[in-house]
């Protein structure tokens, strides 16, 4: 294949395989969450929920860099089905937030229990310093590649 004729032979065989690890990494929670039933997408508004106990699409857009049309057609679907109901009390402005209808909560809790186990399974597997090391050396490669790319963080 045609290689970059600026970036020497071993630093680019690196940087392809780090970047297929990252789109192997995402991706096996692409196929964990077909396995479940559910989109990739739907996956990250429950693993929002997990985290701050309720979503908005705002908070999704920018926590996974995704488009604001993918996520409203994620929050269509989920609504239809009865898995999101609007909170009120957490709605501010035209930001709307959402939580889960009871139907949802029962989604929810066997989706991201055992997405809860795997984890687990794989940080001890990795261990605690390992998986410390890996989250530092990507926010940092994140922060390195942004300032490359001209992107203000």
Known sequence: TERCRCMDRNKAELLHELNRAIIRFRGSYSVWSNAQGISYHEMLVYYTIR????????????????????????????????????????????????????AGKENYLQCIGKLD??????????????????????????KALGLSLGETK
Do not use: H, W
């Open 117 to 142: 186990e795997a984890e687990t399974d794989a940080f001890d597997r990795m261990g605690e310093e390992k998986m410390q090391a890996l989250k530092d050396l990507f926010l940092e490669y994140d």
């Open 51 to 102: 985290e701050y106990g309720f979503c908005t699409q705002k908070l999704i857009c920018e926590s996974y860099l995704l488009p604001k049309q993918t996520i409203n057609n994620v929050f269509a679907n989920l609504r239809k089905k009865g898995i999101l109901l609007q909170d009120r009390a957490r709605s501010t402005g035209r930001e709307k937030a959402f939580v889960l209808s009871e």
